[in-house]
């Protein structure tokens, strides 16, 4: 009897390369699996899974994991405005926590023999499917044939022309990884320190025809809970609807510059609409309804989370305890954000909540002071600086 390896299938051409290769080499029955994160179109949906039946798998599955990763990953990463390197909103590579946590537990269910993954040597996704295939699933094998082959991509479309199994892998001048928290994009122009992305690298482009566009975006407990009044209990929608009305407008681009976990520099550039403008939006309403020390501590528990994110790490205790300050402190994190889209920019304009701290009860800053005076405000100077004071009189003495 066969044994059996479920293959992360993605429908490229790394994971088409190993559904043919484990049946054909090593006689292994292949079950795909697309862990689906809300990042595809129906339309894409059915070419991946007439992609996996062409290439002569046993089974293919989709596994909808997109509730659990807004529940588990994306609603944490808007608690902490998390913006790795203050830029990248931890776009695709986020995901992989979700994908390989269903994968593994989809394998165990089956009672596979081996796991195979199609990521290189080279990159961030081989550490973060290896690791939490060992942690959710440590009795089954890990298989990784790009890496263990060192292929290059040539090599894999001359093999798969040789077996039966050429779908029409085009030569694609950049690399585009599509998800619903953002896209990555890599090319020639993110190998180099110089260089920018073209305009028709990104997936969306500027077809907006107005000017501008005002958007209202609602949040409850630090969660975007309605986009210009219509509400969206299903976040993952909400998340979909921002999307596909600010894409238009080609906003939430940059480059990012960061340390991989193997401690060399990458570089990609990312489109990331929706994630941006939710990020952002969020950010101003906390800096009006959160004190001075929530926000204080929630930007260094926020990038140190991102980071360990960022990295696969999610499954340290450590991350529990963080998200359960982060949740904490959504308790007031609610109103109405109002943002301007513009071409290839997004301002947010202002925000109105019931628990603004910036109320003119208390009085207007550099204008009207309601709950103390002048002579207050006189006596508290000379205590507050009171320590550094002693100290410079004392040392001054020397």
């Not at 293919?60 to 830029?87: C, H």
């Not at 103390?372 to 600086?385: C, L, P, S």
Request: glycine share 10%; proline share 3%.
């Amino acid at each position: 009897m066969s044994k059996k390896v479920v293959l992360a299938f993605s429908g490229g051409l790394d994971t088409s390369y190993c559904a043919v290769y484990l049946a054909q080499e090593m006689g292994l029955e292949v079950y795909t699996a697309l862990a689906d994160t809300g990042g595809f179109s129906p339309d894409e949906l059915k070419k991946i899974e007439d992609r996996a039946w062409a290439l002569g798998v046993k089974d293919y599955v989709r596994l909808d994991v997109s509730q659990q990763y807004y529940n588990e990953t994306i609603k944490y990463m808007i608690f902490g405005n998390v913006l790795k390197n203050g830029a990248y909103p931890i776009s695709v590579s986020s995901e992989r926590i979700s994908q390989a946590t269903a994968i593994a537990q989809y394998a165990k269910n089956l009672g596979a023999d081996y796991i195979c993954h199609g990521s290189t040597g080279a990159g961030n996704d081989q550490v973060r499917f290896d690791m939490i295939f060992d942690i959710v699933a440590p009795e089954i094998e890990v298989i990784a044939l790009i890496r263990e082959k060192r292929l290059s991509r040539e090599a894999e479309r001359e093999y798969l022309r040789a077996h039966g199994g050429d779908i029409d892998f085009k030569t694609a001048e950049y690399s585009i990884n599509q998800g619903i928290w953002g896209t990555s994009v890599g090319g020639k122009e993110t190998l180099t320190s110089s260089e920018t992305l073209p305009e028709e690298a990104y997936p969306s482009q500027m077809t907006a025809k107005e000017a501008s566009r005002r958007v209202v975006l609602t949040f409850e407990k630090g969660e975007m809970t309605a986009i210009d009044g219509q509400p969206y209990e299903d976040r993952v929608k909400g998340i979909q609807a921002l999307q596909a009305l600010a894409a238009p407008f080609a906003v939430g681009r940059g480059m990012h510059v960061g340390d991989t976990i193997i401690g060399i520099k990458g570089r990609v550039g990312f489109e990331a609409a929706a994630p941006m403008i939710i990020i952002k939006a969020h950010h101003m309403l906390e800096k009006h309804t959160l004190t001075k020390w929530q926000l204080f501590w929630k930007d260094q528990i926020s990038s140190f989370y991102g980071n360990y994110l960022h990295e696969g790490q999610y499954y340290d205790p450590v991350m529990r305890d963080m998200e359960a300050m982060l949740e904490s402190s959504q308790k007031n994190v609610s109103g109405e954000v109002y943002v301007e889209l513009y071409p290839y920019r997004f301002e947010v304009i202002g925000i109105s909540s019931k628990h603004d701290l910036m109320s003119s009860k208390f009085g207007a800053y550099g204008e009207t002071m309601a709950h103390w005076t002048g002579e207050d405000v006189k006596g508290f100077t000379k205590i507050f600086g009171l320590q550094t004071s002693l100290y410079t009189r004392i040392n001054d003495e020397e």
